[in-house]
């Protein structure tokens, strides 16, 4: 768990990591619903694989140019919160193009619009999470899990309402998740402009921009993002592949949730289990598992493991995305000062979203092609994300 000392100077809002906590969760309804079933939705609308992974990826490019200077906004504006709730309004606003019966083209140009207000939601909370940590001395990961928990949640629950409506459903179901959470930003504590943690001067200021361009950082940031970016192939295509060897929806649905399940669990137990490693060992744990996983994932049906081994690949979930994500979270809270917290948060998610965006408008050819044995692929970009993080450690061991 990534916490802080609370400033005793500083009046805590009422129920604040309640409040965040509920943000998190709303939040993350429609991730729950889009990551698993909108490739299902595309592939019912007759969309190819490359498409799909058009569709996927190009809003990923969109990301990495927007998130960043949202979250610099943010930086800037007199309220972090005022921004979630005008990036809820706007999602809402542009998702519900997707009812108009569009083909490949108007679908993806629906989400390209949709990339920037939805996108920006989850760094925007991180960003008012980790300022409650330093403030206030909240527990980030007691936060943050109650997203894992809704993702889970609307990720089973999808799977039950496809299999019974079909796959038309999706967009009404994406829709309700994203105004359930313009609804639930109101309750998101306002806790005015970011602070910092004393009158700075230039030379603090230059120090803390410093802090965004260590090579140690940024390299840790390219680690991060090529370890995410492993897991693009199975964000694209495995609900797809899932149903085409006969798994039926709401196994599927289960199939995402007991990686999420996986995920809580992680955030529980990272400070007792990790707590005391270095952000980049963290990461190298995650990227080692990462590529074990990416191995085994093609082996699973032809060794006849079934259902009941696709849940074992997929409880690894917790160790190839939770620990990277973590990782990433304790050096942020570590190294970086508030002031430039939202900066680094929207950083993160550019390195993050280049290497997803990249390696899933590959995984379309790649799946028209090779289709399962493309994960062999990812495990290559976790092995790289794996060196990274050593490299890393070796730079911060050096500059210290």
């Known amino acids: 768990m990534i916490t802080a000392s609370a400033d005793p100077g500083l009046d805590k809002p009422p129920r604040f990591e309640l409040r965040v906590a509920l943000a998190y969760f709303a939040i993350f309804a429609s991730s729950g619903l889009h990551l698993p079933y909108f490739p299902l939705w595309l592939e019912y609308r007759a969309l190819t694989p490359t498409e799909i992974s058009i569709v996927l990826s190009m809003p990923l490019f969109v990301r990495v140019i927007a998130a960043p200077l949202v979250s610099m906004l943010a930086d800037r504006s007199n309220d972090r919160a005022h921004i979630l709730t005008t990036a ?42 980790l300022s409650g940590v330093r403030r206030y001395g909240a527990d980030f990961a007691k936060m943050r899990v109650w997203g894992s928990i809704s993702f889970l949640l609307a990720s089973f629950a999808g799977g039950v309402f496809i299999q019974y409506f079909g796959e038309w459903i999706i967009p009404s179901a994406l829709l309700a998740t994203l105004i359930a959470a313009c609804a639930m930003s109101f309750v998101v504590p306002r806790i005015g402009k970011p602070r910092r943690l004393s009158p700075l001067s230039d030379v ?46 709401t196994v599927i649905g289960a199939l995402w949730s007991i990686s999420v399940v996986a995920e809580v669990i992680m955030f529980t137990m990272f400070r007792r289990l990790f707590g005391k490693l ?15 996983r990416w191995a085994a994932f093609p082996l699973v049906a032809p060794s006849g493991l079934g ?17 990277s994500f973590l990782g990433m979270q304790k050096m942020i809270a570590l190294t970086i000062p ?28 790649l799946y028209a092609r090779t289709e399962i044995y493309g994960f062999y692929v990812m495990v290559a970009l976790a092995a790289c994300g794996l060196v990274l993080a050593g490299v890393s450690l070796r730079l911060e061991q050096r500059q210290n």
């Open 88 to 129: 809820t309004v706007l999602a809402v606003i542009v998702a519900a193009f997707y009812f108009v019966p569009f083909g490949f083209t108007g679908i993806l140009i629906v989400s390209l619009m949709l990339a920037p207000p939805w996108t920006s939601q989850v760094p925007l909370a991180d960003t008012i999470a």
């Open 204 to 249: 603090d200021i230059a120090d803390a921009g410093r802090a965004l361009r260590r090579p140690a950082f940024v390299t840790f940031l390219i680690a991060t993002g090529i370890t995410q970016a492993s897991h693009a192939y199975g964000y694209s295509f495995s609900a797809i592949y899932w149903k085409s060897i006969g798994i039926g929806e």
């Open 278 to 292: 270095h952000p980049a060992r963290v990461l190298m744990i995650g990227s080692a598992f990462a590529m074990f």
């Open 338 to 365: 508030e002031e430039r917290g939202g900066t680094a948060q929207g950083l993160s998610t550019f390195f993050i979203g280049t290497s997803l965006a990249i390696a899933t408008m590959v995984s379309g050819p």
């Open 307 to 323: 259902v009941a081994g696709f849940f074992l690949i997929q409880s690894l979930h917790a160790f190839s995305f939770a620990l």
